[in-house]
Every structure is written in structure tokens, then in C-alpha cells.
């Protein structure tokens, strides 16, 4: 049974920095690409970045470049994402996810997800 588990979520003010982390067990984490999508209330789930199986290749929505960057450490499962000059609009439930390419951005091209973190930033 896939696992994807996500942590490191919360409340930080306009300008802080969060880490969120997903654990991945019950696949081989290092033949899968991994992503991070987001929702926020009353929106579709978007695309935030991913990674390839390697961690060589790596891609971001826009609004996230030079603000976020993924990685991941394939001996410990885990897939991260560090957030950096987070603003208010950042407030969402960011779910982790595994897939076949990490150049796909629409959700449904994702296989497997995790239940999600909430990131709350406030002004």
C-alpha cells in the first residue's frame, strides 16, 4: 500500500520561510518523479514543482520560482520543498505526489497523493 506523508505545515507571517516534507513508503521512491500541488478553499488544486527520479531536473509553477525549491533524498523516502518569502496568497493545503514524469503539471497526471499539510501565511 502506497504512502505519501506529508509534514511541516502551519502558521507563519508574510515574509517567513516554511519546509514541508513528505515521507513516501510501499513504492520505489527513486523510480518515481515527485511533485507538490497546492488548493486553496474554493480553488482547483494547482501545480507548485516537481522533480525528476533523479533529483537532476526540476521545474516550478511561475509564481514560485526563486521562492521555492524542491528536493528530494532518495535513501530516506522523502521528497521536500522549501519555501522561502512566503506571502499571503501561499495559504493553501500543499499535497505531495508521485508520478510517471516530472514535467507533468494537471493532477490527474499524477498517481499517487498524500493527504496534505496546510501553510497558512498571514499579513
Known amino acids: 500500500q502506497v504512502q505519501l506523508v506529508e509534514s511541516g505545515g502551519g502558521l507563519v507571517q508574510a515574509g517567513g520561510s516554511l519546509r514541508l516534507s513528505c515521507v513516501a513508503s510501499?513504492?520505489?521512491?527513486?523510480?518515481?518523479?515527485m511533485g507538490w500541488f497546492r488548493q486553496a478553499p474554493g480553488k482547483e488544486r494547482q501545480f507548485v514543482a516537481s522533480?525528476?527520479?533523479?533529483?537532476?531536473?526540476?521545474y516550478y509553477a511561475d509564481s514560485m520560482k526563486g521562492r521555492f525549491t524542491i528536493s528530494r533524498d532518495n535513501a530516506k523516502n522523502t521528497v521536500y520543498v522549501q519555501m522561502n518569502s512566503l506571502k499571503p496568497e501561499d495559504t493553501a493545503v500543499y499535497y505531495c505526489?508521485?508520478?510517471?514524469?516530472?514535467?507533468?503539471?494537471?493532477?490527474?497526471?499524477?498517481?499517487?497523493w498524500g493527504q496534505g499539510t496546510q501553510v497558512t501565511v498571514s499579513s
Open positions: 505526489a508521485a508520478g510517471a514524469s516530472s514535467v507533468l503539471r494537471t493532477p490527474a497526471q499524477w498517481k499517487y
Open positions: 522533480i525528476s527520479w533523479s533529483g537532476g531536473s526540476t
Open positions: 510501499g513504492l520505489t521512491f527513486s523510480s518515481y518523479a
